[in-house]
């Protein structure tokens, strides 16, 4: 039993995390707000909404605003239906921020059609601008819309402001991304 003791302190003792040590900061995790899929030819954006409530407005508060309940004071219907437009004004602003999203996440599959098919090297030079006319918004929205938000392609995952990027003209004419040209010179 004395050597069973002897055995257990040397296992407390241990670090259960041996490789911490090397990389002491923690993995970052990206959950994609986009999936881009291949559907027969077609690349199809589709959102995820599994971190998204469903969100909708109790029955409850809209018998609160019916006059016909006598229980419910002028005071009372007036401070719910105030509430309830605030209510109603979030579930559309989080609906139209979706539908924004997708309208981008397809413009950009659009631009980029060639990358999700052959890779890095087939990158296009894309700005703001080009998403923004293509889709009718302003590119400060597109800016907004794609600041932090990931995508996951057939080629990874990569976050939506990577598919924007200057363009360098080649001695042929044609334009690469400038990510294409930093690429190769690393390679």
Same mark, same amino acid.
């Given at each position: ?26 993995? %970052?995790? #990206?959950? /994609? ?42 005071? &009372?219907?007036?401070? #719910? ?14 609906? %139209?921020? %979706?539908? &924004? ?34 889709? *009718?918004?302003?590119?400060? &929205? ?10 996951? &392609? /057939?080629? *990874? ?9 200057? *363009?360098?003209?080649?001695?042929? *004419? ?14």
């Amino acid at each position: 039993i004395d050597d069973l003791k002897e055995h257990i302190e040397v296992i407390r003792n241990l670090d259960p995390k041996p490789g911490s040590r090397y990389n002491p900061s923690q993995s %970052q995790y #990206v959950i /994609p707000d986009v999936y881009v899929v291949k559907v027969e030819d077609q690349y199809v954006a589709v959102l995820n909404e599994d971190g998204l409530p469903q969100m909708r407005i109790s029955p409850v508060y809209r018998r609160l605003l019916d006059k016909s309940a006598s229980e419910n004071t002028d005071e &009372t219907r007036a401070y #719910v239906k105030d509430k309830f437009r605030s209510a109603l004004w979030l579930i559309k602003s989080v609906e %139209q921020r %979706q539908k &924004t999203i997708h309208k981008v996440a397809n413009s950009i599959i659009n631009f980029q059609r060639d990358f999700l098919d052959h890779g890095i090297e087939h990158l296009r030079p894309l700005v703001l601008r080009d998403v923004a006319n293509d889709i *009718g918004m302003h590119e400060s &929205t597109v800016s907004r819309v794609t600041t932090n938000k990931y995508v996951q &392609t /057939p080629r *990874g995952v990569f976050e939506l402001k990577y598919f924007f990027s200057s *363009g360098l003209a080649t001695e042929e *004419g044609d334009d690469v991304s400038a990510k294409v040209a930093k690429d190769k010179i690393l390679t």
